[in-house]
């Protein structure tokens, strides 16, 4: 008589192997919730942080912070004091105060010296929510310095009939860096276990198909070759009501997981690409060579913070003692930020040799870019021309960082180095087609020299987070002897820049370029 062993019988034992394949669901729903979990305690600490620090501001003294002068006073340095104390025991990035003038939010003191009623472009509709009914709300964007969320609170005070009004939004802020580091780690972690479990599955289930399950897992061994041989998504048609059926389902569950993975990991290389190509194009963009006008000594830098940069230079010769100036500096990162640079680099060129003027170059390329540039983008530029035989300076400015103005002969009654400020309306271009830009003039001596740079030099930071600053750079200026070429000149300042920074990574583009009347 022959003895039936029933199939579960021969299979209990390597079925308990076989259950590491459920590790991967497990893996996914143990993810899910450790950093769902996370999310929480780190919106409930944003939030805390924002109303702790809304309703425990005085009111008193942040009213006395009015004009941007006041940063430097020990009034906003309290408030700053305040809010850095909370943003280092919330464990934050930053913390700050905005009022509301209008339709436009303004900084009114922060954690990091953001300044004085310096207009703050990235309102959402939550702070505008946040002011009418009182109420805190997360808040999601993104600027120049990368992706941010939080919470904001507004402060609430009585009226003098007694009734509650807003009279300011108190922000706390983290990076999304920060969330998606933690999600990464804790891929990490589960990774080996999803990977170790498949891999010993996938050779006892082989094992099993030589000495108990023959044609059905030949099957699964063909199916494993497939993978092998880089098919990912390749599928097993095993019709089977048992726990083979279900092995085979669970294979081909792994094998459509590794396929989506592969292609993720196909699109990441190929936006890889894309960023080499970008940058590229963008190196040829820049003069390959300085151009030689008489009368005039020049030269620049240009370094970005990753494979493509928001920063640009270029040298024109726009006749035959005239030589061309632009600076700029596009808002954003990455591929968009490359591909508005380059457009605004041909439409500043292009109208360059079409207009003598520099605010008409500026006035043209402007509603150009407004044309075509995405909202929330903009560019902010300058562009000079300076003829080396009359030494005469005519600029205009759409929202760039004041160029220096370095005498040859230093008077003790003039300032030194010399902002070279620009009057009228000065907003960056493709924000308002409309901007009209004016010409400044400028009469120059043998011996002074230009300095243009991007707010990477200033706003370059150290590991303890202090920026290096407009008053560290005109300290150098003065100490720097009179006859300095603009290729020491320039050396000198990213030395400086270098030994403030130390260790610490780039945070910007940094673009530098000087001009010399010889």
Not at 189 to 209: D, K, R, T
Not at 232 to 248: H, P, R, V
Not at 377 to 382: E, I, N, T
Request: glycine letters at 6%.
């Amino acid at each position: 008589m022959k003895i039936r062993i029933p199939l579960y019988l021969k299979i209990v034992v390597p079925m308990i192997v076989l259950i590491v394949i459920t590790v991967g669901y497990s893996g996914y729903r143990v993810f899910k919730e450790s950093t769902q979990r996370w999310q929480t305690q780190l919106d409930a600490r944003l939030k805390s942080a924002a109303e702790y620090a809304a309703s425990g501001v005085n009111i008193d003294t942040l009213k006395l912070l009015h004009a941007p002068t006041d940063i430097d006073t020990e009034t906003y340095e309290q408030m700053r004091q305040y809010l850095e104390q909370i943003t280092f025991a919330g464990n934050l990035e930053w913390m700050g105060i905005y009022y509301r003038d209008g339709d436009m939010f303004y900084y009114w003191a922060d954690s990091g010296y953001t300044g004085v009623s310096s207009p703050f472009f990235y309102a959402t509709a939550e702070h505008l929510a946040a002011y009418e009914d009182m109420q805190s709300h997360r808040t999601q964007y993104s600027d120049e310095y990368g992706s941010w969320y939080g919470f904001v609170a507004p402060i609430i005070v009585k009226d003098e009939n007694g009734q509650p009004q807003v009279l300011g939004l108190v922000e706390a802020l983290n990076t999304a860096e920060t969330r998606n580091l933690l999600q990464q780690d804790t891929l990490n972690n589960i990774m080996p276990i999803l990977v170790g479990g498949s891999v010993l599955a996938v050779v006892l289930s082989l094992l099993l198909a030589i000495f108990t399950f023959n044609r059905p897992l030949l099957q699964l061994q063909h199916g494993a070759l497939a993978l092998a041989k880089g098919k990912f998504g390749y599928t097993i048609d095993l019709k089977s009501n048992d726990e083979l059926g279900e092995l085979a389902d669970t294979f081909n569950l792994m094998s459509t997981q590794l396929e989506q993975l592969y292609l993720e990991r196909t699109e990441r290389e190929r936006m890889q690409r894309e960023l080499e190509i970008a940058h590229n194009v963008q190196q040829a963009l820049f003069p390959s060579q300085l151009p030689q006008v008489p009368g005039l000594e020049v030269a620049a830098f240009c370094r970005p913070h990753r494979e493509t940069s928001g920063d640009f230079y270029d040298l024109l010769v726009v006749g035959e003692t005239r030589l061309g100036i632009v600076v700029g500096d596009v808002s954003g990162k990455s591929i968009p930020a490359a591909m508005l640079m380059v457009a605004a680099h041909s439409a500043i060129r292009s109208e360059a040799f079409d207009h003598p003027s520099p605010a008409e170059v500026l006035d043209q390329s402007n509603v150009l870019l407004c044309r075509d540039v995405p909202r929330g983008m903009f560019v902010a530029a300058s562009y000079a021309a300076i003829d080396g035989r009359t030494r005469e300076m005519v600029w205009a400015n759409a929202g760039q960082i004041y160029p220096f103005l370095l005498h040859r002969v230093r008077l003790s009654s003039e300032q030194y180095p010399r902002y070279l400020e620009t009057t009228g309306m000065a907003l960056p271009l493709g924000m308002e087609p409309t901007v009209k830009y004016q010409d400044q003039r400028q009469a120059l001596q043998p011996g002074d020299t230009v300095l243009f740079y991007t707010d990477g030099v200033v706003e370059a930071m150290n590991h303890e987070r202090e920026l290096y600053g407009f008053e560290r750079l005109e300290a150098l200026v003065q100490s720097l002897p009179q006859d300095l070429s603009p290729q020491a000149l320039i050396d000198a300042v990213l030395a400086d820049v270098a030994g403030f920074v130390g260790p610490a990574e780039q945070h910007d583009d940094i673009t530098i370029v000087a001009v010399k009347v010889t």
